[in-house]
């Protein structure tokens, strides 16, 4: 199957500092990539939907300015945590969706970066 | 708003089957699915189903929709202690992008 691979898998941070979360999918153009959230116990929180080319969708409650999105190629998306606090200590997911596929391809998961903020 | 719901542990002994509820409440949903995800690794498709579907078998692993109830399961055949995972079911929202909405996941234990 399509492989996403995400970079990188652990990070610990300094309280105030910004973070950079890469999401790559190595074998299919992504138009489409998604950014969720995994707290402990619980389910995965969809934080935003990118399309390349174009300004990222936030859901409700994500602070676009705090969690900046970019999806400048088909391949690649990142996630930038600015000003990093404690609370925003987690486990960050992407996944991509083969642009040949429609709103209802399957999405592909990358393997999850640890975030840390100390 | 939409809502997917699961019990969040099950625990079954190697070699009994295993069955994960899950509910959902859009009735608008088109593909549901189940994924896995072991200790600190993302989440790996294991199956879907399309909403005009009743089951689908894929090798040990039967899904089982009723939609009037809007009422899916996953059931594992013959539960090996490497199924011990997180398992989630999950929706497409078709008003969306194709978001997934996700269930909280079942935790499957599995004892030797």
């Known amino acids: 199957g399509a492989v996403v691979s995400q970079h990188p898998s652990r990070v610990i941070c300094k309280s105030g500092t910004s973070v950079k979360i890469e999401c790559r999918s190595l074998d299919f153009q992504a138009t489409t990539m998604f950014w969720y959230r995994q707290f402990p116990k619980k389910s995965l929180m969809l934080m935003a939907t990118s399309n390349e080319g174009s300004k990222a969708t936030y859901e409700q409650g994500v602070e676009k300015d705090k969690f900046l999105i970019n999806h400048a190629s088909l391949t690649l998306s990142t996630l930038t945590v600015t000003s990093a606090h404690p609370e925003d200590s987690s486990f960050y997911i992407c996944?991509?969706?083969?642009?040949?596929?429609?709103?209802?391809?399957?999405?592909?998961f990358g393997p999850g970066t640890r975030l840390t903020v100390l | 708003g939409e809502d997917v719901e699961q019990s969040l542990f099950l625990s079954v002994r190697e070699g009994d089957s295993s069955v994960i509820n899950c509910t959902y409440t859009?009735?608008?949903?088109?593909?549901l699915y189940w994924y896995k995800q072991e200790p600190g690794a993302g989440l790996q498709l294991l199956t879907y189903i399309f909403s005009n579907m009743d089951m689908k078998q894929d090798q040990r692993l039967t899904v089982l929709l009723n939609k009037k109830d809007k009422h899916l399961s996953l059931r594992i055949a013959d539960t090996q202690t490497g199924d011990s995972a997180i398992y989630f079911c999950a929706e497409i929202w078709v008003g969306s992008q194709g978001n997934l909405i996700f269930g909280k996941g079942t935790k499957l234990s599995v004892k030797p």
């Open positions: 996944s991509a969706r083969d642009g040949g596929q429609g709103a209802l391809g399957e999405q592909f």
């Open positions: 859009d009735s608008s949903s088109t593909y």
